[in-house]
């Protein structure tokens, strides 16, 4: 099996072109609020549930071209899924406002940095 990205609500074919996911960063934002009793050494605290993870994917491409045409598919507004051999990877995601970074990696592959949220 090989990572595969799907553009969904659209027909197409995977980014058949991705070798895999090179890296993956992500974090979980809580946002419980811990607010000091007045006179008290004690706190309120109301609960919320963690944000869907978001973060940073570096998909790894063999030529330059493949990695301009998967930059080129993602900055479509579209959700997208990642199926990864990895399965705690595998996501529905769109992208997040930030900067899509193709670069070269070394002589002969390219990757694209994706930062990314979870719609799953």
Not at 34 to 59: C, D, E, F, I, K
Request: aromatic share 8%; no cysteine; proline share 7%.
């Amino acid at each position: 099996m090989t990572d595969t990205i799907i553009r969904n609500s659209v027909p197409t074919a995977p980014i058949a072109s991705l070798l895999f996911v090179a890296e993956y960063d992500s974090s979980l934002r809580v946002e419980n609020v811990v607010r000091p009793v007045l006179n008290s050494t004690g706190h309120n605290v109301t609960y919320r549930p963690a944000q869907n993870r978001a973060g940073t994917l570096a998909l790894l491409f063999a030529t330059a071209a493949h990695a301009w045409a998967a930059v080129a598919l993602l900055r479509t507004s579209y959700t997208f899924t990642l199926t990864a051999d990895v399965p705690e990877l595998s996501m529905t995601f769109v992208v997040r406002p930030g900067d899509l970074r193709p670069r070269q990696a070394g002589r002969k592959v390219w990757t694209v940095e994706v930062p990314f949220q979870d719609v799953t």
